[in-house]
T-cell receptor, first 112, second 113 residues
Framework: SQQGEEDPQALSIQEGENATMNCSYKTSINNLQWYRQNSGRGLVHLILIRSNEREKHSGRLRVTLDTSKKSSSLLITASRAADTASYFCATAGSSNTGKLIFGQGTTLQVKP | DADVTQTPRNRITKTGKRIMLECSQTKGHDRMYWYRQDPGLGLRLIYYSFDVKDINKGEISDGYSVSRQAQAKFSLSLESAIPNQTALYFC????????????FGPGTRLTVL
């Protein structure tokens, strides 16, 4: 079964606006990662946040993690048409088995 | 050149045929994975391998088998393909020393008629 549930499933915004995607998970984690997938292509790693971290930044990306609520959010600021893609969260379990469990993804459309 | 390559990129086959999907990597990573992606279901893990002699079943291994021929090569086989194995298949790699960030190949689109 899927570990992560993402919300919303689809999001459509105008260029320049911010986009926020949320991810909830069920079990204890070692880290949580966000990936981007352009249509029909492989996933690309965006950012990793460890279970003892609360917030992390990378360029226009901001990720937060609330382990008490078992949730994470990905914020993309000043979105661009090139940000149009699907975004997936993935969790690595606390036992660090090396496996990731992926959520179902949020499809983001950024209109020019 | 891409670090993780998959062949073929597209394949159409018939029910009952044996199919092999191949994955090669030049990243020097010890861990390799096979996933399938279906619309609305995210990625599901089929098999994973932490080194040449360590192969493990994932969430949905029934109907699939794998072979880790070398550290750089990991193949996925469908012994007798069926239509519900129509999906997008991804290979991924990771280095056990770097918090398991995974690097994905471009995918193979498989259609079973």
């Amino acid at each position: 079964s899927q570990q992560g549930e993402e919300d919303p499933q689809a999001l459509s915004i105008q260029e320049g606006e911010n986009a926020t995607m949320n991810c909830s998970y069920k079990t204890s984690i070692n880290n949580l990662q966000w990936y981007r997938q352009n249509s029909g292509r492989g996933l690309v790693h965006l950012i990793l946040i460890r279970s003892n971290e609360r917030e992390k930044h990378s360029g226009r990306l901001r990720v937060t993690l609330d382990t008490s609520k078992k949730s994470s959010s990905l914020l993309i600021t000043a979105s661009r048409a090139a940000d149009t893609a699907s975004y997936f969260c993935a969790t690595a379990g606390s036992s660090n088995t090396g496996k990731l469990i992926f959520g179902q993804g949020t499809t983001l459309q950024v209109k020019p | 050149d891409a670090d993780v390559t998959q062949t073929p990129r597209n394949r159409i086959t018939k029910t009952g045929k044996r199919i092999m999907l191949e994955c090669s990597q030049t990243k020097g990573h010890d861990r390799m994975y096979w996933y399938r992606q279906d619309p609305g279901l995210g990625l599901r893990l089929i098999y994973y391998s932490f080194d040449v002699k360590d192969i493990n079943k994932g969430e949905i291994s029934d109907g699939y088998s794998v072979s880790r021929q070398a550290q750089a090569k990991f193949s996925l086989s469908l012994e007798s393909a069926i239509p519900n194995q129509t999906a997008l298949y991804f290979c991924a790699t990771s280095d056990s020393h770097t918090w398991d960030t995974q690097y994905f190949g471009p995918g193979t689109r498989l259609t079973v008629l």
